[in-house]
């Protein structure tokens, strides 16, 4: 089992930047593809982005792209989301989840892939 938890949410101004963070505890020996998803009030939970175990591959919300940075620390067996350029319509809670058993070089998007979710981090961005 993979432990997973988020850190790094806040209050934030239209603008600005935050990073978010996601330790993963337990059997991270197998390897996983770490992705962050998101969920608004009143909204259904979507992706915003991953990351391949080999971090060689990441993939992208439209609405993140060009504004948003996924990358990874294997060695401290940590994940992050680099967001910038922050806006109202990003005020969501922020979950990480780690995928097991897959390609070292693929990077999911759909949450049916991922075994192991965080509780989430708020992150509120006002304007």
């Known amino acids: 089992q993979v432990h997973l938890i988020e850190s790094g949410g806040g209050l934030v101004q239209v603008g600005d930047s935050l990073r978010l963070s996601c330790a993963a505890s337990?059997?991270?020996?197998?390897?996983?593809?770490l992705g962050w998803f998101r969920q608004a009030p009143g909204k259904d939970r979507e992706f915003v982005a991953s990351?391949?175990?080999?971090?060689?591959?990441?993939e992208y919300a439209d609405s993140v792209k060009d504004r948003f940075i996924i990358f990874r620390d294997k060695f401290k067996n940590t994940g992050y989301l680099q967001m910038r350029s922050l806006r109202p319509e990003d005020t969501a809670i922020y979950f990480c989840?780690?995928?097991?058993?897959?390609?070292?070089?693929?990077?999911?998007?759909?949450?049916?892939?991922?075994?192991?979710w965080g509780r989430g981090t708020q992150v509120t961005v006002s304007s």
């Open positions: 989840a780690a995928a097991v058993y897959l390609s070292s070089a693929f990077a999911p998007s759909s949450d049916r892939t991922f075994d192991y």
């Open positions: 990351i391949s175990w080999s971090a060689v591959n990441t």
């Open positions: 337990g059997r991270t020996d197998r390897g996983y593809a």
